[in-house]
């Protein structure tokens, strides 16, 4: 077990030293989403020492914890109350912390039925560029006080602030959960989620991999058992362990080569590229593994209304809508002045954009 | 008052070059309807009104006011609670209630494209014939716009389990005050760079104009049941809104009504509540059949184990129906109670509700103003309503230094000052007890990386460092209000 560390001040002084000296720093909880964009610029700011939950308050859904915390030591003390992270971060290898987490906005295999980490964060506290320590949003379901902040961080990749305290939204652990397995090939598969999805039906994630469809039903034991008994298919045992390591990339799918998350509108077709498929979130979410290039890929998800990214080990950063870079660089500036956080991870150099049209 | 009127000025020339005739008001009388939204103890007559019917015209609108420095004040449909929308005096109010076309309902994909004026209940009836619906749904859906809905980040009833706007909006367009188009999400869940969409919902008109929203559509559910608790206090019935979540049910609404705002409905539409009640639970489970029968069943038992003295559950949907309609109606039902009443939005921490009830009571008493309760209870969103009559005097001004004094102790708390309705005018003050001075700066700076001319709604959502020192010094001063030129409301 991690210990309870408040590391605050020292983390303040860094960034007030770093600020003044122009010397850029590159944050890292516990470096298990390392892999996910280029490294940072600079001298390593090392958040995971500050660490332990702060509150939680069962009965109230938030969980508030300093961002070093791990998320193996979140899940455990929620799995105490039958509560858990409603987006199911992915740990990986390593092991994750809250504060990556939401730095990085990645959500499990439930993200279409529990949300995403953007929809759990509740709120943040921050130190900005000018090493100011700034609390944003609080520890309630609702709050539209000012912008918010604190949904802004979530995926930013800490390029607008060091992440100090997180709030979220806890959910209750489903009373029973069932996976359902079919052997269909991917265009059936897909049909059928979206059909399934159009449909009140308790579902709580699916996924199409070389030609089994799984489909995850949660909710009360009656519940699930109904509407396994509607969409048929067979009861996977175990299913908990399939759906985690769809969730960890530790099933053999992820193994070798290159990989590419592309995401979609659920219902759009397979774009004919040649390549093996891991099909998620209901259609909205999905794997490809291809000896196809970034640019084919990338205009390939374009065309049908979506986007993809290389995920692991990308060479460059990903590419930005144009219109859309300028803003982003205004707020890195408005949070960040002087530049000093996790340069060269979410943006290239001035000057060296990888852009992209918005609608090619 | 300004300086320039009207017919002289170059601007609504210009304003009249790009606009057809009848999209431009000036004339006194027919701008009146535009002085104020839902807030209406707020007034102001705007300058010039424009109503623009195509998203070329609100960019061109966009363009006259950055080249001619005027400011620009957006309106949805005018429901919003806070004042939001209150025009600038020397300013243009940009009206998109014309931009009301339906796009697109892709029931495949499970998503409707609408433009910012289309009725936040017309997505759901429009999605109707394909067994979907748009989930938030604040208690003016009827009339609110779902531009203005993106604006506020709106609330409803159903939020505790399907989220506020925030968790229902998968794209946006929008124009800034620059002149850039920018199109953020879509159909997809994710998509890569700054979450601009959650940046831009709820950011009260300040940021940008919203030209067109992709919204996500749910499976309407099987089956919907609403059971009704009465307790003989507060508390039981307070503590019972924790229970029903801590044992892991999450109700699509969890109501809550005290004795006072139970009469007042009952006095008018007569939906059956028990008058003798301290206080009445309304608690909506919605799923598959079995689903909601099971958790029904361990809500009633809840209830009766914290002492509930009436539990009834909907029989059918029309029965369930007559039992809402108490709760819906409760806001006009207050609205008899007074010739005046000013609703609150303060969130609190759930374990708080009776303790901050309790507080309200006291409060109500040491103000002389009555106050009712009704509000979502499951996700802890107060409304008291304070009741009060503008004609008396000094009763408004005694009704905003309650409300002030109520959103502090939703602060104190842990809470915030707005769950839902925004901060607008009306709650700017509250927020400087909300934010210290270093965050207030970072809101500015945030909102000058939109608009650095600072053209969009000035003087909304986020006060200015000057205005929070004053209000520190007003109880200080005993009422002798520096600067008086300063707006306050």
Request: charged share 20%; with cysteine.
């Amino acid at each position: 077990m991690a210990r309870d560390r408040d590391d605050s001040v020292r983390l303040i002084a860094a960034v007030a030293l770093a600020a003044a000296q122009d010397r850029p720093l590159a944050i890292c909880g516990r470096g298990s989403k390392t892999f996910l964009a280029p490294p940072a610029i600079g001298s390593m700011l090392a958040v995971g020492d500050h660490s332990g939950v702060i509150d939680y308050r069962h009965d109230e859904l938030v969980l508030t914890a300093r961002a070093g915390t791990p998320l193996t030591e979140l899940r455990r003390i929620l799995a105490s109350q039958r509560q858990m992270l409603a987006f199911d971060p992915p740990t990986f290898a390593g092991d994750g912390s809250l504060g990556g987490a939401i730095a990085t906005g990645l959500s499990g295999p439930g993200r279409p039925w529990y949300g995403a980490a953007r929809d759990a964060v509740l709120g943040i506290t921050l130190i900005n560029g000018r090493a100011e320590r700034l609390v944003f949003g609080g520890q309630v379901m609702k709050n539209v006080a000012g912008y918010d902040v604190s949904r802004l961080m979530t995926g930013a990749f800490g390029t607008l602030g060091v992440l100090l305290d997180i709030s979220v939204k806890v959910l209750p652990r489903p009373h029973h959960e069932a996976t359902r397995a079919f052997a269909v090939d991917r265009d059936t598969a897909l049909a059928n989620v979206v059909t399934w999805a159009r449909t009140p039906l308790p579902l709580a994630a699916t996924c199409h991999v070389d030609g089994v469809l799984y489909v995850r039903l949660s909710g009360t034991e009656k519940g699930v058992r109904a509407a396994a008994t509607q969409i048929g298919g067979d009861e996977l045992p175990h299913g908990a362990e399939f759906w985690d390591s769809l969730r960890d990339q530790t099933h053999p799918f992820f193994g070798e080569g290159h990989c590419f998350r592309v995401a979609l509108p659920p219902a759009a077709a397979y774009p004919a590229l040649p390549g093996a498929w891991l099909t998620e979130w209901a259609g909205s979410l999905r794997w490809f593994r291809t000896e196809a290039t970034r640019e084919h890929v990338d205009l390939a998800a374009r065309r049908l209304g979506g986007h993809a990214t290389e995920f692991r080990d990308p060479q460059v950063p990903q590419p930005f809508d144009k219109g859309a870079l300028k803003y982003y660089r205004r707020l890195k500036d408005a949070f960040d002045p002087k530049a000093i956080f996790n340069r060269g991870r979410l943006f290239q150099e001035i000057g060296q954009e990888a852009v992209t049209e918005a609608n090619p | 008052m300004n300086a320039v009127t009207p017919n002289d000025s170059g601007v609504v020339k210009q304003l009249l070059a790009i606009l057809p005739p009848h999209c431009v008001i000036t004339d006194p009388r027919a701008k009146k309807p535009f002085e104020t939204d839902g807030l209406t103890a707020v007034r102001q007559m705007p300058w010039v009104v424009v109503l623009p019917e195509t998203v070329e015209q609100v960019r061109s609108v966009l363009r006259v006011c950055r080249e001619s420095r005027v400011p620009l004040v957006p309106r949805g449909a005018g429901t919003g609670l806070s004042g939001g929308a209150r025009p600038s005096s020397d300013g243009v109010l940009l009206g998109l209630s014309k931009l009301s076309r339906i796009i697109e309902i892709d029931p495949e994909n499970r998503i409707a494209r609408v433009e910012p004026g289309v009725r936040n209940l017309a997505i759901s009836e429009a999605a109707a014939r394909y067994g979907l619906y748009y989930a938030p749904d604040p208690s003016s859906q009827i009339a609110c716009s779902i531009g203005g809905n993106v604006a506020e980040n709106s609330g409803g009833v159903h939020c505790l389990k399907y989220g506020l706007t925030v968790h229902n909006v998968l794209g946006l367009k929008l124009l800034t005050i620059e002149g850039d188009e920018l199109t953020i999400g879509g159909a997809t869940l994710d998509s890569p760079g700054y979450d601009l969409l959650a940046l831009f919902t709820g950011s009260e008109g300040m940021l940008g104009i919203v030209t067109e929203v992709t919204v996500r559509l749910l499976p309407v559910p099987a089956t919907k049941r609403l059971i009704l608790a009465a307790f003989a206090s507060l508390e039981a019935a307070a503590g019972t809104v924790g229970r029903i979540i801590a044992n892991g049910i999450i109700p699509a609404g969890l109501e809550m009504m005290d004795a006072r705002a139970i009469a007042a409905a009952e006095a008018f539409v007569g939906a059956g509540y028990p008058t003798d009640a301290a206080a009445i639970l309304l608690c909506e489970l919605d799923g598959t059949h079995d689903e909601v029968e099971e958790q029904a069943a361990q809500v009633v038992r809840l209830m009766r184990a914290q002492q509930a003295t009436e539990v009834r559950a909907s029989r059918d949907d029309a029965d369930r129906e007559r039992m809402w309609l108490g709760r819906k109606a409760a806001f006009p039902a207050v609205g008899r109670l007074a010739p005046d009443y000013y609703c609150m939005d303060g969130t609190i921490p759930r374990a708080r509700l009776a303790e901050v009830l309790r507080a309200i009571e006291k409060l109500s008493e040491r103000f002389g103003l009555a106050v009712a309760n009704v509000f979502h209870a499951g996700d802890g969103n107060l409304h008291p309503l304070i009741l009060y009559d503008s004609n008396a005097e000094g009763e408004l001004d005694r009704a905003e230094k309650m409300g002030g004094e109520i959103l502090a102790l939703c602060v104190d708390v842990g809470g915030t000052v707005t769950g839902e309705h925004g901060v607008g005018v009306e709650k700017l003050d509250a927020m400087c007890g909300q934010f210290a001075a270093p965050e207030l700066e970072q809101f500015h700076r945030l909102k000058s990386a939109f608009d650095p001319a600072g053209l969009m709604n000035p003087g909304k959502a986020i006060p200015t460092l000057a205005r929070c020192a004053e209000v520190g010094g007003m109880h200080v001063h005993k009422g002798n209000i520096a600067f008086p030129e300063i707006e306050r409301f």
